[in-house]
């Protein structure tokens, strides 16, 4: 099934098959029998209630943490074959965002060590070059380079986000999975956050999985949706299909319970005395 | 409308011992809830929302110093916590005693705050699960609580909550640890348990589109003062203040799919530690003026509705 | 770690008991030129009484030894073989604590089951038999006392290991392609040491008093005074002469006393780190 609703043309770069995760003392499979396809370049949603198993699913994909069976290709690559030096190596081209950015982030070392870790251990920028490559990586996040000294709780929840990001960046990677990127940031950061996410995408033509629980994000930040339920992928389409109009009991069950804002009215808002507020991108 | 205020607020200032230095958590908050009615105040972390609702339940640390006025006019003195006011508060694992049954705790605020006998109280306790949709509820009514789910137990605290007949239900983001599914019944629960019984609701919340779903009128508190309140509708359709209209933006967007930018507000809360000198929001604000950054901008309007902007035209 | 400085200072308890440890530290090590008088010389009549004589203010004992001085070398000895003893038994809990910990499954049970055998013996009675076997040296009695308190710290390395290995931020190293080696000494170790440094208070304490006790037994170096060793002397004349069981005695129960308020002091001021933001 994974296969039907991808765009033909796009190489595939991560292809998982019938990857199963069972928690020992469990009786049910976290993960169970999962298929997909991510193709570069492409944006995809992973939605489904807390306990449907994404956290799982999104940290097999970057082999955090070992499947019982199934099979991971990265670009035609074994990922589960690899011995831990090549597949070291290859952890440069795909990269994983926390949904907590501080607890991602290590409580006692500088926000631009940090930074130049990725640098560092895959060889990117020379030594002598990382102080600048640093204060690049946080401006192309919005973030000003004086916070290269800071340790990560004494920045805000947006701010530590953006390093988050940077840091996944870093590497050059074709494909960033994101586990809620941004459940646990304030409203009004939520926006900048996804906006900044879409410009680097772009830029760097980068392939995702957002992983989330909010509709409303899987609406803006994927062409395709994937939903789970129960560790399985019970229905995948494009974003408005699957959304606007769901076929499985869970994708109808997230849809009914979501809250939205009722729909606007003729009238509009009212102009202000200054020009109205405009979507904004920096 | 026109009933006597069950609570009045009027220039209400709270500032609270941090870390870095006091917090002015309120600088200045008028606010009329009436009997029966279903407010939502709206805001983000720091910006005073749950100071206000601690405030209201008399929770406030020792240490904090209030200015203003706090009234309960409808009932003449402030309400008794368990029996004229009850809470819900968002961890629905910390609001319950785990070696007590529910039915046991449930009873308890009968006993104590209607005078019922215990076994009178464990069948109106059998009633209350029953009302908030536990199935079976003659069965698990001398369970633990560590026997329910997240949902079920937010359920039980809904009902020690109500138990007593309380005339104000305070709501600290009472489904923000649930999950999205739980999350609209629970909300649905709130909102019909204090309709059907007169109860107001205060229900504070940083997720405008659930305030939608629950609220009479909605008020939007940002770095400590209400920057806008309004009638649910109204407010949402026709936002007036900058920050409600950026928030109403956004919220409007992730409904649409794909396309361009999301609407965003530039820039990070105040530090809540450094009182502004102008409008708060004015180094955020798209449009603001010269006079935004120096001088505050009055209320107009009243405790029922109202928007405090340089740019709104009173 | 400053700002765990400031709260352990804000308290006045620890604060004191951490200036009268290290009074007694320097003292102890500048003995020889405070109080340049040789410990183990007859250098007055027998069993003069404290405060009497300017020359031997605490006394002599019953050959004629200066008890001040006796009782800084004591200090001496006692400090010693505690810090030692305490760092033996930290660095070999740490390294047992970490390796546990980063290798899980067959190697973890195994290491902690011999942590469990060494944990059953008495800490005082494995220190008394290792002290028999090699000899009463410094050297046999520090490691007799880390023998036996090595394992808490193991225990305690291991379940932060343990807590820190399923942490974020160290998904995140693995992520972002952190050799192994790396995410253990950079990122494991350092965030496991705060609640160790606390435990180190304890182990000082109890290497104190175990030190005393054996000396107390006659355990000790026999070439050396030591407070325990003050005390067991002091016995034969304790009902005419009780200041020479008390004084080492008091000097004893101080330094132990101190050392606990110090390592509670250092546990109140680690511990508010982590719970915070």
Known sequence: ?282 | MSATPLVELAGLRVRLPGPRGPVEALRGVDLVLGPGERLVLVGESGSGKSTLLLTLAGLLPAEAELAGTVRFPALGRPPLRGRELGLVLQDPFASLHPMLTVGEQIAEVLVTHRGQGWRAARAAAIGLLERVGITRPERRVDDYPHRFSGGQRQRIAIAMAVAAGPRLLLADEPTSALDTVIQAQILELLSSLVRERGTALLLVTHDLALAAHCADRIAVLYAGRIVEVAPAGPLLQRPRHPYTRALVATARDLGRLGGGPLTEIPGLPPDPTATPAGCAFAPRCAHALARCGTEAPAWSGDGRAGVACHLVPP | ?277
């Open chain 1, 1 to 282: 099934m994974s296969g039907d609703a991808a765009p033909g043309a796009a190489p595939a770069l991560l292809e998982a098959e019938e990857l199963t995760k069972r928690w020992p003392g469990s009786e049910t499979a976290a993960v169970d029998g999962v298929s997909l396809v991510l193709r570069a370049g492409e944006r995809v949603a992973l939605v489904g209630a807390s306990g449907s198993g994404k956290t799982t699913l999104a940290r097999l994909l970057v082999r955090l943490i070992e499947p019982d069976r199934g099979r991971l290709q990265l670009e035609g690559r074994d990922l589960l074959a690899l011995r831990p030096e090549p597949l070291r190596r290859l952890r440069a081209s795909f990269q994983l965002v926390f949904q907590d950015p501080l607890a991602a982030l290590d409580p006692r070392t500088r926000i631009g060590r940090q930074l130049e870790d990725p640098l560092r251990l895959h060889g990117i920028v020379p030594r002598r070059e990382r102080p600048q490559a640093v204060a690049a990586l946080l401006g192309r996040v919005g973030l000003d380079p004086s916070l290269a000294a800071r340790l990560p709780h004494e920045l805000s929840g947006g701010q530590r986000q953006r390093v988050a990001v940077a840091r996944a960046l870093a590497s050059r990677p074709r494909l960033l999975i994101l586990d809620e990127p941004v459940a646990q940031l304030d409203v009004s950061v939520r926006a900048q956050i996804l906006n900044l996410l879409e410009r680097l995408r772009r830029e760097e033509g980068l392939a995702w999985l957002m992983i989330t629980h909010d509709l409303g994000v899987a609406r803006v930040a994927a062409d395709r949706v994937l939903v789970m339920d129960g560790g399985r992928i019970v229905e995948e389409g494009p974003t408005g299909a699957v959304l606007g109009a769901p076929r499985a009991a869970a994708t109808r069950a997230l849809v009914a319970a979501e809250m939205r804002l009722p729909e606007e009215a003729a009238v509009g808002p009212q102009p202000l005395t200054a020009p109205s507020v405009s979507p904004r991108t920096m």
């Open chain 3, 1 to 277: 770690m400053s700002r765990a400085l400031a709260r352990f200072a804000r308290d006045p308890a620890p604060l004191a008991a951490a200036l009268l440890l290290l009074l007694l530290a320097a003292a102890a090590a500048l003995a020889p030129l405070l109080w340049p008088v040789d410990p183990d010389a007859v250098g007055g009549p027998p069993l003069a009484a404290p405060l009497a004589d300017p020359a031997h203010p605490l006394g002599t004992d019953r050959l004629g030894r200066d008890v001040l001085a006796r009782l800084l070398q004591g200090a001496r000895v006692s400090l010693t073989v505690a810090l030692a003893a305490t760092a033996a038994a930290l660095g070999m809990g740490a390294l047992v604590g970490l390796l546990a910990g980063l290798a899980g499954g067959w190697t973890d049970e195994i290491v902690m089951r011999v942590t469990d055998a060494f944990q059953t013996v008495p800490g005082f009675l494995l220190a008394l038999a290792l002290v028999s076997v090699l000899g009463p040296t410094v050297t046999s009695i520090v490691v007799a006392i880390a023998a036996s308190a090595w394992t808490g710290p193991a225990r305690l390395v291991r379940a932060e290991i343990a807590s820190l290995r399923s942490r974020d931020f160290v998904a995140a190293a693995v992520v972002l392609g952190m050799p192994r080696h790396e995410i253990a000494l950079r990122l494991l170790l350092p965030n496991a040491l705060p609640p160790i440094l606390a435990y180190a208070g304890l182990t000082v304490a109890a290497a104190i008093l175990i030190e005393a006790a054996l000396s107390f037994l006659g355990l000790g170096d026999p070439n050396r005074a030591s407070w325990g060793a003050m005390i067991a002397e002091g016995r034969a004349v304790l009902v005419s002469e009780p200041w020479l069981s008390i004084v080492p005695g008091l000097a004893l129960l101080a330094t132990v006393l101190a050392v606990n308020l110090v390592g509670e002091g250092l546990n109140e001021a680690l511990a508010p780190r982590r719970a915070r933001p």
